[in-house]
């Protein structure tokens, strides 16, 4: 099982990016997929959770109504689009997958069985 984050990069307050996830040695449209963040001198945040079958679909209350979860089943990739940022988005962002637990559960520690290396946004203001 593998997991591969991209497409980060700088962009300027306002701006867009969207974020791509391609999965491996399992199907991603089986399992719940979810999008982390931690800033620096931060904890992680769960910010956003595409459930197995695309049943169900959670954001954190900070990305809501600008960020947008995604997959492609054809292509095992999950999307997450992102408008309107924000300084405070400056993160690295992880994508995992939890074999058991589901998204909405997303705060738990015990969160994410598999996880993707890491990309970093900066967003400048």
């Known amino acids: 099982v593998q997991l591969q984050a991209y497409g980060g990069g700088l962009v300027q307050a306002g701006g867009s990016l969207r974020l791509s996830c391609a999965a491996s040695g399992f199907s991603s449209y089986n399992f719940p997929v979810a999008w982390f963040r931690q800033a620096p001198g931060k904890e992680r945040e769960g910010i956003s959770c595409i459930s197995s079958r695309a049943g169900s679909i959670v954001y954190a209350d900070s990305v809501k109504g600008r960020f947008t979860i995604s997959r492609d089943h054809a292509k095992n990739m999950v999307y997450l689009q992102m408008n309107s940022l924000k300084p405070e988005d400056t993160a690295v962002y992880y994508c995992?997958?939890?074999?058991?637990?589901?998204?909405?559960?997303?705060?738990?520690?015990?969160?994410?069985?598999?996880w993707g290396q890491g990309t970093l946004v900066t967003v400048s203001s």
């Open positions: 995992a997958t939890d074999f058991e637990l589901r998204c909405a559960v997303l705060a738990t520690s015990r969160w994410g069985d598999y």
